[in-house]
């Protein structure tokens, strides 16, 4: 959501109401939607256990993502038609992504930059203006690399965590300097989001 609002500030005229749009659709597709389907399609030990059922999970990943594409639908037809081709994108990678098709081909850490860091960006950018610039490509690379590291940090970092209390000190403190890593990053992305907000808002 933080890429999203992002890529919403850097357009010369911002419409908030798009903004808040954009980064609901997010929530839905990305936050709720994608979470869901990752939960089913995991090869590994599943994120959420077994919290869920395989019914629940699939009526909550339909769900959110009808509701994230009705939204857009709506800005596409009145405002911003050029928004349907990263809709498009996504919409291939919260499947193949997360329900790793093609034997797992899309499910890399290149494309998880691509599609949950790169893409966000630039789709609160095209939200604003139905155009992207060179700058914003600029930013959304850069988001992109940041999602990089969080989802470097992320893996072994899990792996660490679900040997539980089997973990020696060694990789209890690698553990915990993993989970600094992520946290870091997190919260950096989401501090500069509110700062960029914050500045157009008082500018």
Not at 24 to 48: E, Q, R, V
Not at 151 to 175: E, F, N, T, V, W
Request: aromatic share 16%; glycine share 10%; proline share 2%.
């Amino acid at each position: 959501m933080s890429f999203t609002v992002i890529g919403s500030v850097l357009a010369p005229d911002l419409h908030w109401d798009r903004v808040i749009a954009i980064a609901f659709i997010y929530f839905l597709g990305l936050g709720i939607g994608a979470h869901a389907l990752d939960a089913l399609g995991s090869k590994a030990k599943k994120p959420w256990g077994d919290v869920f059922g395989k019914r629940q999970l699939w009526l909550m990943a339909g769900c959110s993502l009808a509701a994230a594409y009705l939204v857009a639908a709506y800005f596409m037809v009145r405002f911003v038609p050029n928004l349907i081709f990263i809709a498009l994108v996504e919409g291939f990678f919260v499947f193949a992504y997360n329900l790793e098709w093609f034997d797992g081909r899309y499910h890399t850490d290149g494309w998880f930059a691509f599609s949950w860091g790169f893409l966000p960006v630039l789709a609160g950018y095209v939200m604003q203006t139905n155009t992207l610039s060179v700058a914003v490509i600029a930013v959304a690379l850069s988001m992109a690399l940041f999602s990089l590291v969080e989802i470097k940090a992320s893996r072994p970092y899990k792996a660490l965590k679900q040997c539980g209390g089997g973990l020696g000190d060694a990789d209890r403190a690698l553990m915990i300097r993993y989970e600094a890593i992520l946290k870091s990053i997190s919260l950096g992305v989401i501090v500069l989001g509110m700062g960029l907000l914050l500045f157009r808002v008082f500018d």
